[in-house]
T-cell receptor, first 114, second 118 residues
């Protein structure tokens, strides 16, 4: 079945440091890939997405590129801020008819210190 | 801005009791999802509705869990009887119609109901 593997956390960075969070996936079809973010006390929010190979999703300074050859969708940001502290989830949707469920990784907690 | 509403936000119950959670999706969203998120894990789908019909409930423990969306709008998820292992965050999400020919439609998540079973 479909699965998503994220690097182990938590991750603690200083403000303005570079961020990379690794994500790899296993899917039978041609999935769409997503990064969701969960800020403290809030629900999940879509951060960015990519729907086909070589697509780059970007939002709020974050980027991720859909790499079919390595089945990866790593999240990157050049300069993190304290406000980026949250839990980040990589996810995929492998559409089968009307079934469009999301399959999530375990999530990783990012803490950014001033 | 339209949001997915869930209630209650927090629920504490004793094992063997019945609990129910309510979700009101964004107006016009035909597809509704219930996910369960155990602490330290990613959300896992319990059930997906398209209008009032169940599309996928393969991961729903049907001996104790039930879900309904009678008029194709709001939905209720029930657990009876609750067990210690049911302690988790229960998330509801909605999206525009997930038809066979449509492209991916973003899922919008509610704030969740945190259940603690004692």
């Amino acid at each position: 079945g479909d699965s998503v593997t994220q690097m182990e956390g938590p991750v603690t960075l200083s403000e303005e440091a570079c961020l990379t969070i690794n994500c790899t996936y296993t899917a039978t079809g041609y999935p769409s890939l997503f990064w969701y973010v969960q800020y403290p006390g809030e629900g999940l929010q879509l951060l960015l997405k990519a729907t086909k190979a070589d697509d780059k999703g970007s939002n709020k300074g974050f980027e991720a590129t859909y790499r079919k050859e390595t089945t990866s969708f790593h999240l990157e940001k050049g300069s993190v801020q304290v406000s980026d502290s949250a839990v980040y989830f990589c996810a995929l949707s492998d559409r089968t008819g009307a079934n469009s469920k999301l399959t999530f990784g375990k999530g990783i907690t990012l803490s950014v210190r001033p | 801005e339209a949001e997915v509403a869930q209630s209650p936000r927090y629920k504490i119950t004793e094992k063997s009791q019945a609990v129910a959670f309510w979700c009101d999706p964004i107006s016009g969203h035909a597809t509704l999802y219930w996910y369960r998120q155990i602490l330290g894990q990613g959300p896992e789908l319990l059930v997906q509705f398209q209008d009032e019909s169940v599309v996928d409930d393969s991961q729903l423990p049907k001996d104790r869990f039930s879900a309904e969306r009678l008029k194709g709008v709001d939905s209720t998820l029930k657990i009876q009887p609750a067990e210690l292992g049911d302690s988790a965050m229960y998330l509801c999400a909605s999206s525009l119609e997930a038809g066979v020919l449509s492209s991916y439609n973003e899922q919008f998540f509610g704030p969740g109901t945190r259940l603690t079973v004692l």
